[in-house]
């Protein structure tokens, strides 16, 4: 969701990144879209594109939370903010219409 890979991004011999779909090029290619509209509207609320998937994922249902994993405490601390990030009804729904529209292959995950 950062947009750090590209279909370029080349990983060590090693790297568990090697084995996921999710960075594989053409996936990475599929989701350039999404991830640029994320981008637009993390720029809009001040905010990190991790922090827009966040609030996103909190704003789907009451009983759903998404559980972010990180090993940096500034990445706790960035998580933790993203709490705070209300997105607006057309944010919701601009992002909501955009992954309708993904084939996601859940082999890549």
Not at 43 to 52: F, L
């Amino acid at each position: 969701m950062t947009g750090k890979y590209s279909p370029d991004t080349e990983y060590p011999e090693g790297d568990f990144r090697n084995f996921m779909g999710r960075f594989k090029p053409e996936v990475i290619k599929q989701n350039k879209d999404l991830l640029e509209m994320i981008d637009r509207i993390a720029d809009e609320n001040k905010a990190t594109s991790a922090q827009i998937d966040l609030a996103w994922g909190m704003a789907q249902k009451d009983y759903k939370v998404p559980i972010p994993g990180t090993r940096k405490l500034h990445r706790l601390d960035e998580n933790i903010k993203a709490m705070h990030i209300t997105l607006s009804s057309n944010d919701l729904l601009e992002i909501n219409e955009s992954l309708n529209q993904i084939d996601i292959d859940k082999t890549h995950f």
